[in-house]
């Protein structure tokens, strides 16, 4: 079981399915687990039901699937209990549900696309926190969604965007930029998922960061916490050194 888990990175990003699961049970209140479980057999049903389907499934084409609903109301279903281990919040166990449903009905690039297009702000975090974890999705085919949060100015947003996803996914050139955006934004660069490794011997980013730098300081502004920290690992010698 995962212990410790602070923040919305901390639960959802890297954790197995099932490790996510068991942690994301231990800080709900008893209804609440009894909601997730629920909703996650209905997932698991449907998504069985459609692979032994030969076609679409037979439903009214205003009627959306049952853990899409789940999917919509997580928000309303995910309350820390009283007794529970301090650590994430009410929206960040919404992550989390969020993310394991996807990952229960194996949702394929498609219904992620579908689901981050139209859905709330909410909705759309849960989606890049999932992609990981969807095998469906091929390699690198959601970059545009990853893409499409960088160019936001949500906070919350954009953390869920420098994920693992961008981690494996994004090239340096548009990596570095995302790490400019959470400098930009405020969003800690702890959120950035790999950046030891992907910062390592990166010149090109030790010099953007470095008249990004020299812009605050010459306007008067403060250096953003967290660019020294970024500016350090980009010294430290790449795997292949």
């Keep these: 079981m995962l212990t410790g888990l602070t923040g919305l990175t901390g639960l959802t990003d890297g954790a197995p399915p099932a ?15 009894a909601w997730l479980h629920e909703a996650l057999a209905e997932a698991e049903a449907e998504a069985e039901a ?33 007794a529970g281990p301090p650590g994430p919040g009410a929206q960040d ?11 229960a009905v194996r949702a394929d690039h498609a219904t992620a696309t579908r689901l981050y297009t139209h859905g709330t702000a909410a909705e759309r975090r849960a989606v890049l926190l ?13 970059l545009p969604l990853v893409e499409d949060a960088l160019r936001t100015n949500d906070t919350r947003l954009v953390a869920a965007a420098v994920g693992g996803y961008a981690a494996a996914h994004l090239d340096q050139h548009a990596w570095r930029h995302a790490v400019l955006k959470c400098l930009f934004t405020g969003v800690p660069v702890g959120a950035v998922a790999d950046l030891a490794g992907r910062a390592a011997g990166d010149a090109e980013l030790a010099r953007m960061l470095r008249d990004y730098a020299a812009e605050r300081t ?14 350090a690992l980009t010294a430290a010698p790449t795997q292949e050194s």
Excluded: I
């Design 130 to 142: 999932a992609l990981p974890h969807l095998s469906d999705v091929p390699a690198g085919s959601a």
């Design 50 to 82: 459609e692979a032994g389907s030969p076609g679409p499934a037979d439903r009214p084409p205003w009627s959306l699937p049952t853990w899409e609903t789940r999917f919509a109301e997580a928000g309303r279903h995910c309350h820390p209990a009283q």
């Design 218 to 231: 010459a306007a008067g502004r403060p250096v953003p916490e967290g660019l020294d920290r970024v500016l």
């Design 19 to 33: 490790a996510l699961q068991a942690a994301l049970e231990e800080r709900l209140a008893g209804a609440d687990r």
């Design 93 to 103: 166990l919404a992550d989390a549900a969020r993310v394991l449903l996807l990952h």
